[in-house]
Structure formats: structure tokens, C-alpha cells
Nanobody, 123 residues
Framework: QVQLVESGGGLVQAGGSLRLSCAASGRTFSIYAMGWFRQAPGKEREFVAAISWSGGNTYYKESVNGRFTISRDNAKNTVYLQMNSLKPEDTAVYYC????????????????WGQGTQVTVSS
């Protein structure tokens, strides 16, 4: 009902920047919030950032706060993650997610997921 396609991943050196995009299609009118998660090899998937669709309220994982910025373009049904001052520990597959119902917490409860985009930060 909602399809998500991520793009923008790649290989960068430590200290560099990347901008990830996630385009939503389908029943986009039902989107309440969108978020970004990441999963490194051998690690659990973790919350990175989220944004409410109507109000634009943003939320961040503590370790990325001040370096990453989440934003959205409602007209384009697209969410972005601007990542600056990248560190090797940011290396992971990054997934975008969409929630179609009110979230109790921004770190869980998402209904749809993208296929992921690889981000690799070299030292």
C-alpha cells in the first residue's frame, strides 16, 4: 500500500557527507511519520532519525544528533537524511520506514520499509 525506495548511499571518507533520499508511493496520504534506521553487520537494526509528516517534528539518535539532519518534502512524498561529519561507525545499510498510524514512540511501530541503501565510511 506504501512503497519506499531509498537512494543516495555510497562510499565516503571519514568527515565526508552523504544525502540519502526515500521516495514514497502508493497510499502516501496515510503517512503519519517517516524515519531512518540502520543496520551494521552483526548488529541489530537501530533507530537513526524520524520526522512527523504534518508538523515536521524531528527526532534523532543521540550519537548522530548535530551531524545528521532529517527533512521532508511533502509535495514530493520524499524524506531526506543529510549526513555530515561521517564516521566509520556510521557504516551500515540504511533503511527508510513509514508509519501510517500514530506512533507512540518514534523508535518503533513502523508499517512499511524500503530495501535499504549501503553507506560505507572509510578511515
Amino acid at each position: 500500500q506504501v512503497q519506499l525506495v531509498e537512494s543516495g548511499g555510497g562510499l565516503v571518507q571519514a568527515g565526508g557527507s552523504l544525502r540519502l533520499s526515500c521516495a514514497a508511493s502508493g497510499r502516501t496520504f496515510s503517512i503519519y511519520a517517516m524515519g531512518w534506521f540502520r543496520q551494521a553487520p552483526g548488529k541489530e537494526r537501530e533507530f537513526v532519525a524520524a520526522i512527523s509528516w504534518s508538523g515536521g517534528n524531528t527526532y534523532y539518535k543521540e550519537s548522530v544528533n548535530g551531524r545528521f539532519t532529517i527533512s521532508r518534502d511533502n509535495a514530493k512524498n520524499t524524506v531526506y537524511l543529510q549526513m555530515n561529519s561521517l564516521k566509520p561507525e556510521d557504516t551500515a545499510v540504511y533503511y527508510c520506514a513509514a508509519a501510517i498510524s500514530n506512533l507512540r514512540v518514534v523508535t518503533s511501530g513502523y508499517d512499511y520499509w524500503g530495501q535499504g541503501t549501503q553507506v560505507t565510511v572509510s578511515s
